[in-house]
């Protein structure tokens, strides 16, 4: 069964970087054709689409947020991280990473797995 945790600080200061991993069990970071993404949900909005890394490596990013994400991955521990700098109390949100059939991840699939989501706060 292929599990996805996401760990970090739950509370980060503006203007810091948010730094999150996503650590894989029961699949291979690196098994074709599959994406490894990170999404967000902030307080009382829908679901947005930060970034991916395929199964090649390859990093695809949300155009509005390109500028300061940052996905890179570990297949020595299968793990995928994500780092977003300078931020704001706008990117607090519960933050998931999830395993996908496509890049860009805004609703659920019933082919998806997607970690339990970890609440991120920006604050000072």
């Known amino acids: 069964q292929v599990q996805l945790q996401e760990s970090g600080p739950g509370l980060v200061k503006p203007s810091q970087t948010l730094s999150l991993t996503c650590t894989v069990s029961?699949?291979?970071?690196?098994?074709?054709?599959?994406?490894w993404s990170w999404i967000r949900q902030p307080p009382g909005k829908g679901l947005e689409w930060l970034g991916a890394?395929?199964?090649?490596?390859?990093?695809y990013y949300s155009p509005s947020l390109k500028s300061r994400t940052s996905i890179s991955r570990d297949t020595s521990k299968n793990q995928f991280t994500l780092q977003l700098s300078s931020v704001t109390p706008e990117d607090t949100a519960v933050y998931y990473c999830a395993r996908t059939r496509r890049v860009v991840t805004t609703t659920r699939s019933v082919d998806d797995y997607w970690g339990q989501g970890t609440q991120v706060t920006v604050s000072s």
């Open positions: 029961g699949d291979s970071i690196i098994t074709k054709f599959y994406y």
């Open positions: 890394i395929g199964y090649s490596g390859n990093t």
